[in-house]
Nanobody
Framework: QVQLVETGGGLVQAGGSLRLSCAAS????????MGWFRQAPGKEREFVAAISGSGGSTDYLDSVKGRFTISRDNAKNTVYLQMNSLKPEDTAVYYC?????????????????WGQGTQVTVSS
């Protein structure tokens, strides 16, 4: 089992940057594929980015490609989401999630472990 804690959210102006971190408990962090999701008010939680356990494979929502970068440091049990050129439509609660296999990464129902979320607000 793994516990996840997100940090790094906040208020930023459009065009600005934020880096989210997700710290995981446990000694087998590199065994877990990790995903970032977001949920805006009144909307369903949507996939944002994913990374395999080794970090060798990544996937992104089309609307964040070229602006967001997912990475991980397995020695620190942490996954990151660097968000640049932020837009008001990026405003949401951002969640990290973990699963054992790097398959169906865009399907939120396949993740057994979730963090509590961190709020990102982008002002225009």
């Amino acid at each position: 089992q793994v516990q996840l804690v997100e940090t790094g959210g906040g208020l930023v102006q459009a065009g600005g940057s934020l880096r989210l971190s997700c710290a995981a408990s446990g000694r087998t962090f590199s065994s877990y594929a990790m995903g970032w999701f977001r949920q805006a008010p009144g909307k369903e939680r949507e996939f944002v980015a994913a990374i395999s356990g080794s970090g060798g494979s990544t996937d992104y929502l089309d609307s964040v490609k070229g602006r967001f970068t997912i990475s991980r440091d397995n020695a620190k049990n942490t996954v990151y989401l660097q968000m640049n050129s932020l837009k008001p439509e990026d405003t949401a609660v951002y969640y990290c999630a973990a699963k054992m296999a790097y398959v169906s990464m865009r399907y939120r129902g396949s993740y057994p472990y979730w963090g509590q979320g961190t709020q990102v607000t982008v002002s225009s």
